[in-house]
């Protein structure tokens, strides 16, 4: 027989022994069988082997729950199934104290009870002010409960005797209380000082306003005690561990520890307390969205497993298996979505552009510079997707400098010569003037440095046809109204701006490209916004976040991904340093060093926010401060988007 099943086959007959009592190992038989199945993969080598480890399982899960008499019969049906058949004897009923009515059948409420969206009030102990304590921690439900997480763990596993302790460790003892008493503190704060032994020494532990705990540490009584050990005198004590009563599992000591985020009126103990309470209840009718064979493939817990880890973990290594599964699914459950996205667009109707090869070659021979290979093969991608039927959904990421600008333009002009429209939405006014200005530059090289009379004539005819038009927040509104007219005519068909793109009152008849940088500060519906009903246009997302190309797969589902990852030559190359907070005082000496060999710093505030005026006002207060405190003695710059175009 394989040894995967004689292991359990002996611990079936201790049970036995034991009389069902659920003593045969430590943590009862449900948690030895988590492990066992988990490590089955080594073991269980056959398809059937593999089935019969989750039939096992499946019979014994709830074998916790069940009446002694209950168990004798699910272990005879397990030790038949592994085929070892014969009777197990039932252990006799315990004698009757008192005559009782029989009780009636044990309430167990089917899976499909379950409801994820129980209001918090009406789960079992938790009562309705608690409820609305617990809103502010963003739980309002059931299942918003479960799956608040505990921000760390403390570490209370070390179990120790009072005469091998050492200062400044965290640990846990077990003892006896000796001596309890209180007392006031020259502050006025109440006192409780307990004495507890164990048998090989003696240590005091002490607690500030709780005057209860002189109630419950009474003498005589076995507890567990866990924190750091810390020194009052020359004597090894605790101050404000945690504590509880001896007992068969521990909640708040003797193990990794939960620690939650709190809110005012929600105490640690209460909510390990009220957490422990849930998932025992709840937890076992949680549907598992993963199938078996897709959790054993990848050495995946359950659900079940999991949710009860990530919050009283067994050890370190549960507690790191229980992670990763959850982390498995969240990111599954984010791949999914993004790919069902895909599918929508890339089943949406697209405008297939011809492209011009001898245009393109016009295009990059009056360039002043040749273009990398890198960016050769990211504009052969786009190339390609624009002669498509359905709609380009592509991302183009490099680093600032890589050149993402000039294959965007070149890109942009191929819907300019098919008659169409191209946009680029940037997020910031500064960002997309400086597009404006780069692509005015790039539209002048190209002009003018054409050498080859048939590539000129066909540049000076793309650019006398190429209508370039900058719309933004700022713009006058006299001139905004011009620029909505002549998009909406097609005449503007070049057009560059912030979200004044998406806003009430302009529409692109004919737009074909839509270019959007830095995705991150827009949404889905800003994309979306840019794509009209008569038009599924061409999307391009330029990024020069440096997102390794595993996570961008995940991030940026929903798109096909081009990397610039080759700088044009005699580049300066760029060194990036990560600095703590404590640590700005060497970045601005740093500066200061630099400023004194004759070169700029540049100081960036980024936001989330896309307000340009919130943004506007966190850096004026970070101008002033850093020319006041920090850089007292040298010139600082201002900008920002609310200033005007002749301030910047």
């Not at 070390?158 to 209380?177: H, M």
Request: glycine fraction near 6%; charged fraction near 25%; hydrophobic fraction near 40%.
């Amino acid at each position: 027989m394989n040894v995967l099943f004689e292991k359990l086959l002996k611990i079936l007959s201790l049970e036995k022994e034991q009389g069902f009592q659920d003593h045969a190992v430590i943590g009862g038989l449900r948690r030895f069988l988590v492990v066992w199945r988990d490590t089955s993969p080594a073991d269980a080598q056959t398809p059937e082997d593999r089935a019969l480890v989750e039939q096992v399982y499946g019979m014994l899960a709830d074998y916790h729950e069940l009446s002694p008499q209950d168990r004798a019969q699910v272990v005879s049906a397990v030790i038949a199934k592994l085929g070892k058949p014969g009777p197990v004897e039932a252990p006799p009923p315990p004698p009757a104290r008192e005559p009782r009515p029989a009780p009636a059948p044990r309430a167990r409420e089917p899976e499909s009870r379950w409801e994820a969206d129980l209001p918090i009030e009406k789960v079992k102990g938790i009562s309705e002010i608690y409820g609305k304590r617990m809103a502010k921690l963003g739980v309002r439900t059931a299942k918003d409960l479960l799956y608040l997480f505990p921000r760390r763990y403390d570490d209370f596993s070390a179990l120790k005797r009072i005469n091998e302790l050492q200062y400044g460790e965290e640990v846990t003892i077990v003892g006896t209380i000796w001596e309890t008493r209180s007392r006031p503190t020259k502050q006025g704060r109440g006192m409780i000082q307990t004495m507890i032994s164990d048998g090989t020494g003696m240590i005091q532990a002490t607690w500030f306003n709780q005057p209860f705990l002189e109630k419950q540490l009474r003498p005589g009584r076995e507890i567990v005690l866990s924190g750091k050990v810390e020194e009052f005198l020359g004597r090894l004590t605790f101050s404000g561990p945690e504590w509880e009563p001896l007992q068969k599992t521990q909640l708040h000591t003797a193990r990794l520890v939960p620690v939650y985020p709190l809110t005012s009126g929600i105490k640690q103990r209460w909510l390990r307390r009220t957490m422990r309470t849930v998932i025992d209840e709840w937890v076992r009718r949680l549907a598992d969205p993963l199938p078996s064979a897709l959790r054993l493939n990848s050495n995946l817990l359950d659900l079940k497993t999991s949710i009860e880890q990530i919050h009283f973990p067994d050890s370190k290594e549960m507690l790191e298996r229980a992670r990763q599964r959850l982390c498995f699914e969240e990111f599954l459950l984010i791949q999914l979505g993004v790919l069902k996205q895909r599918q929508a667009w890339q089943k949406r109707p697209g405008q297939p552009l011809p492209v011009d090869t001898a245009l393109v070659q016009a295009m990059t021979a009056a360039l002043p510079f040749a273009l990398t290979g890198a960016q050769q093969r990211a504009l052969q991608d786009i190339l390609a997707d624009l002669q498509e039927n359905h709609p380009m959904s592509r991302l183009l990421q490099g680093d600032v400098g890589s050149g993402k600008t000039v294959v965007t333009v070149i890109a942009m002009l191929i819907a300019v010569a098919n008659g169409m429209q191209a946009a680029i939405m940037a997020p910031t006014e500064i960002l997309a003037e400086q597009h404006f200005r780069s692509v005015s530059r790039i539209l002048q090289q190209m002009s003018a440095r054409a050498a080859d009379p048939e590539q000129a004539a066909l540049l000076q005819n793309l650019t006398q046809r190429t209508h370039l038009r900058l719309l933004t927040g700022s713009t006058p509104r006299q001139e905004k109204e011009t620029i909505y007219r002549e998009i909406e005519s097609g005449e503007a068909n070049l057009v560059i701006g912030t979200h004044a793109l998406i806003q009430e009152g302009v529409r692109f008849p004919r737009l074909a490209v839509a270019v959007i940088d830095e995705q991150h500060r827009f949404g889905v519906e800003q994309r979306a916004a840019l794509s009209p009903q008569e038009y599924n246009p061409h999307v391009l997302v330029m990024s020069a976040t440096p997102i390794p190309r595993t996570l961008a797969l995940t991030i940026y589902g929903d798109l096909d991904i081009s990397v610039i990852d080759e700088l044009p030559p005699n580049r300066q190359t760029i060194q990036t340093r990560w600095l703590f907070p404590a640590e700005r005082e060497r970045a601005y000496a740093f500066v200061k060093s630099q400023i004194e060999q004759g070169r700029q710093a540049f100081i960036i505030c980024p936001l989330v926010e896309e307000s340009d005026k919130t943004e506007a006002k966190a850096a004026t207060s970070e101008h002033e401060r850093l020319q006041n405190d920090i850089f007292p003695r040298l010139k600082l710059g201002l900008l920002h988007g609310r200033m005007k175009g002749s301030e910047k």
